[in-house]
Structures are given as structure tokens and as C-alpha cells.
């Protein structure tokens, strides 16, 4: 069945230090999406990746979406303590697919 | 734009009660809503798709009898847990297909907690 694999499972970090975790899909997407959760919260949608080889900005975070559409990252420059949370990417092909979430620690 | 809600936002039941959640879109109409399960440090798993006025499609493992699926409007989806037992308490969110800024996509709702005891 469609997967969707995110790695790492866990990241530490040193505030000021980047951060970057990779989602790859068993099968090619017709989009895929980043959220961030927080500790007892629920998932914060950031962004939707369509068009192959896309790149998106917003502040600090960067998102790719790989050229055969099965790939992504979201790569953070300089770490902040509000980072702090498991990001998720969900790919699209159907429905959307879940991957595993990074969850991210930032040491002040 | 493009809200969506859950009801309640935490409930704690007993063993072998029933629990009704309630997702509504506020500002748009969803011909269809999911409903997605995350246990602690687990990712979300989707449930089922909800569609309006028609059966609902549930995932390989989830029981069409425990979880009952009701789309009967544009803007209210509810899910409700029959003969809760303590192995189903779990965050449960919902979504709602929509559009924003042109790009349709799902809009997740606040989620609802919760526990059996």
C-alpha cells in the first residue's frame, strides 16, 4: 500500500543550529503537505508543495518537493526554541498519507 | 477562512458508553470529511472518508460498527464511538475538503480528546 517514511523519528538540536527532515513516498504524489504540532496540540498546516521540483520560503523554514514528486524536505536555518515540535509531512494520492513526524528538540 | 471545528474538545466516558463528536465547517461547505486517529507519539492514521448524503469509506482495520459516520449536511460530519473501551482513547481529528488562495486541500479541525476509563 501507498507509504509515506519520515526520518529522523527524533532531532536535538542546539538553538542557532539548522534542522532538516526528509519524507520519501512509495508511490508518486500529486501534492504533498508539511504541519507542525505542538506538545498537546493539534496539527498546524504550513504549507502544500504542488509542482515538481518546487521550493517554497517562508521565514526561516525552506520546503522541496523532488523533481519525480515522491520526495520532500523541510530544512529550518538557525533554530529557535519556538521551533519545538513534531513536524509532519502528509503526502497526496487519493488521500493524504501521514508520514511518521520529526519531532524536534531545540536546547536554549 | 476555511475553519473548521470539532465538539467537544475533550471527553473523558466510561467503559462501554457511547461518544458522538461533532465536526462542522464553518465558513464553507465539505462534500467530504475525514476522520483521522493519532495515539500519543504516533502519527494520524485516516479513519474514514465521510462524504455527504452517503456511506462512509473506512480504512483496512477500522470497524464500521464501532465507528459510526454521519455527513447528513454540507457543514456537520459526526463520528461516534460505540461501546467505548479504554484502548480506544485517542486524539481524533477531523478535516474538511476546501479551497484557499486556489489550492483545495483539507482543513483540519482542533481535534477532540478522548479518554475511557
Known amino acids: 500500500g501507498q507509504q509515506v517514511m519520515q526520518i529522523p523519528q527524533y532531532q536535538h538540536v542546539q538553538e542557532g543550529e539548522d534542522f532538516t527532515t526528509y519524507c520519501n513516498s512509495s508511490?508518486?504524489?500529486?501534492?504533498i503537505q508539511w504541519y507542525k504540532q505542538r506538545p498537546g496540540g493539534h496539527p498546524v498546516f504550513l504549507i502544500q508543495?504542488?509542482?515538481?521540483?518546487e521550493v517554497k520560503k517562508q521565514k526561516r523554514l525552506t520546503f522541496q518537493f523532488g523533481e519525480a514528486k515522491k520526495n520532500s524536505s523541510l530544512h529550518i536555518t538557525a533554530t529557535q526554541t519556538t521551533d519545538v515540535g513534531t513536524y509532519f509531512c502528509?503526502?497526496?494520492?487519493?488521500?493524504?498519507?501521514f508520514g511518521q513526524g520529526t519531532t524536534l528538540q531545540v536546547k536554549p | 477562512g476555511a475553519v473548521v471545528s470539532q465538539h467537544p474538545s475533550w471527553v473523558i466516558c466510561k467503559s462501554g458508553t457511547s461518544v458522538k463528536i461533532e465536526c462542522r465547517s464553518l465558513?464553507?461547505?465539505?462534500?467530504?470529511m475525514f476522520w483521522y486517529r493519532q495515539f500519543p507519539k504516533q502519527s494520524l492514521m485516516l479513519m474514514a472518508t465521510?462524504?455527504?448524503?452517503?456511506?462512509?469509506?473506512?480504512e483496512q482495520g477500522v470497524e464500521k460498527d464501532k465507528f459510526l459516520i454521519n455527513h447528513a449536511s454540507l457543514t456537520l460530519s459526526t463520528l461516534t464511538v460505540t461501546s467505548a473501551h479504554p484502548e480506544d482513547s485517542s486524539f481524533y481529528i477531523c478535516?474538511?475538503?476546501?479551497?484557499?488562495?486556489?489550492?483545495?486541500?483539507?482543513?483540519f479541525g482542533p481535534g477532540t480528546r478522548l479518554t475511557v476509563l
Open positions: 478535516s474538511a475538503e476546501g479551497t484557499s488562495g486556489g489550492d483545495a486541500r483539507q482543513f
Open positions: 508543495l504542488v509542482k515538481s521540483g
Open positions: 502528509a503526502g497526496h494520492q487519493g488521500k493524504l498519507i
Open positions: 508511490t508518486t504524489l500529486s501534492n
Open positions: 465521510s462524504n455527504e448524503g452517503s456511506k462512509a469509506t473506512y
Open positions: 465558513d464553507f461547505q465539505a462534500t467530504t
